[in-house]
């Protein structure tokens, strides 16, 4: 397990109240990457929100609280995901 002393995506927001529009760009980014990282492995979280998103002290974002997400089967003949 990873150490994330930045806190929580939320708690990150609220102690600067506004981000940059590049903060705000880095950060979805990272989100966006980890989620298709996740749907790469036919994980779905099921509970993405601010809380369930932290931060290390170098400012990368780490999605954690797996605890509702679904492990799926990708169907071979259509490619697509089904539970």
């Given at each position: 397990?990873?150490?994330?002393g930045?806190?929580?995506?939320l ?6 109240k506004k981000l ?6 880095h950060?979805?980014?990272q989100c ?12 779905v979280h ?17 999605i954690?609280?797996f605890?509702?997400?679904k ?6 003949e259509?490619?697509?995901i089904t539970?």
């Open positions: 397990m990873d150490l994330c930045g806190g929580d995506l708690s990150y927001i609220r102690r600067r940059s529009e590049d903060c705000a760009r950060i979805f980014k966006v990457k980890g989620v298709q990282e996740c749907h790469r492995n036919l994980v099921r509970d993405i929100k601010l809380e369930n998103m932290l931060l290390d002290e170098e400012g990368t974002l780490k954690c609280d605890g509702v997400s492990m799926c089967e990708q169907s071979v259509t490619n697509l539970d």
